[in-house]
């Protein structure tokens, strides 16, 4: 009976692919329907709302990239993603080099900590944050008062991902380094950075993309023209609510950049993901 079990669910069983499908169905499906519904006219969505494009409606897509604000809000997007992904990877890996190489008292503690911290998400904190920044800061409205936050919150997965990369380094090569001169700082700028380079990458694609898809916490720091695209797109999707097509179309654009860099770098976020899971 068992070896029948694991012959009926086994590796390359119908019902794993079927689940494989309907997990890609459930995951690209939106996006495909919004990429090409902004291909469509609102008469073809009304008339069809699951059909193809026909005629091609280029229309909706012209529109969004000749809108001025849909490049202020991209910009946006882009520089609070940037400074989010090089602080937290920056300071990611100085938490993770001492937590991986030094031996030191209530070590396996502190990075506890870091792991706990995977468990609360921004949302918990908003209502401080915003006062924080804000008022004790005074950084609201301002691209480094949403990246900082990111940033740290950003912290967590980074640390726990770095730290396996850093371990895994050969002592043989650190104590080779120090015989020929090479200072701790040396040690950590010109052996441990490029050998953990995967998990850099890693976690800075995962740092970019969930600062270009944050909402919650730019809705409250930022107003006018700093704000991000997912706050653009529930704008423009207030002002424009009866021009689903244009809709779609500027949904899908504001996405599109998260998507690609992901797309682009899905082999390094999986190789660095084993390499934090061998370690």
């Given at each position: 009976?068992a070896?029948?079990?694991?012959k009926?669910?086994?590796?390359g069983?119908?019902?794993?692919?079927?689940?494989?499908?309907?997990?890609?169905a459930l995951?690209?499906?939106?996006?495909?329907y919004g990429?090409?519904?902004?291909?469509?006219?609102?008469?073809q969505?009304?008339?069809?709302?699951?059909?193809?494009?026909?005629?091609?409606?280029?229309?909706?897509?012209?529109?969004?990239?000749?809108?001025p604000?849909?490049?202020?809000?991209?910009v946006?997007?882009?520089?609070?993603?940037?400074?989010?992904?090089?602080?937290a990877?920056?300071?990611g890996?100085?938490?993770?080099?001492?937590?991986?190489?030094?031996?030191?008292?209530?070590r396996?503690?502190?990075?506890?900590?870091?792991?706990?911290?995977?468990l609360?998400?921004?949302?918990?904190?908003?209502?401080?944050?915003?006062?924080l920044?804000?008022?004790?800061?005074?950084?609201?409205?301002t691209?480094?008062?949403?990246?900082?936050?990111?940033?740290?919150?950003?912290?967590?997965?980074?640390?726990?991902?770095?730290r396996?990369f850093?371990?895994?380094?050969?002592?043989?090569?650190?104590?080779?380094?120090?015989?020929?001169?090479?200072?701790?700082?040396g040690?950590?700028?010109?052996?441990?950075?490029?050998?953990?380079?995967?998990?850099?990458?890693?976690?800075?694609?995962?740092?970019?993309?969930?600062?270009?898809?944050a909402?919650?916490?730019?809705?409250l720091?930022l107003?006018?023209?700093m704000?991000?695209?997912?706050?653009?797109?529930?704008?423009?999707?207030?002002?424009?609510?009866?021009d689903?097509?244009?809709?779609?179309?500027?949904t899908t654009?504001?996405?599109?950049p998260?998507?690609?860099?992901?797309l682009?770098?899905?082999?390094r976020?999986?190789?660095?993901?084993?390499?934090?899971?061998k370690?």
């Amino acid at each position: 009976m068992a070896s029948r079990r694991k012959k009926e669910f086994g590796g390359g069983s119908p019902l794993v692919y079927f689940l494989a499908l309907a997990a890609v169905a459930l995951t690209v499906g939106p996006v495909l329907y919004g990429a090409l519904g902004g291909f469509r006219s609102n008469e073809q969505l009304a008339r069809d709302p699951a059909g193809l494009p026909d005629p091609w409606v280029f229309k909706n897509y012209s529109n969004v990239i000749s809108n001025p604000d849909f490049w202020h809000y991209a910009v946006n997007s882009t520089v609070i993603a940037l400074i989010t992904t090089v602080v937290a990877v920056l300071f990611g890996v100085m938490a993770a080099y001492p937590l991986a190489r030094y031996q030191f008292k209530f070590r396996e503690s502190l990075f506890m900590v870091f792991v706990l911290g995977l468990l609360f998400p921004a949302a918990v904190a908003i209502i401080p944050l915003f006062i924080l920044v804000t008022r004790d800061l005074s950084m609201g409205n301002t691209w480094w008062g949403v990246a900082l936050p990111q940033a740290a919150f950003a912290l967590p997965i980074t640390v726990v991902i770095l730290r396996p990369f850093l371990m895994a380094i050969p002592k043989e090569l650190e104590e080779a380094a120090l015989i020929d001169g090479a200072s701790r700082i040396g040690i950590f700028r010109w052996l441990a950075l490029p050998l953990s380079v995967p998990g850099l990458i890693t976690t800075g694609v995962l740092a970019f993309v969930g600062s270009w898809n944050a909402y919650l916490l730019p809705l409250l720091l930022l107003q006018d023209d700093m704000r991000t695209l997912p706050l653009g797109v529930a704008d423009y999707s207030t002002e424009h609510s009866a021009d689903t097509a244009g809709v779609l179309a500027f949904t899908t654009l504001a996405m599109i950049p998260a998507l690609l860099l992901f797309l682009t770098m899905q082999r390094r976020i999986v190789g660095g993901l084993q390499g934090a899971v061998k370690g």
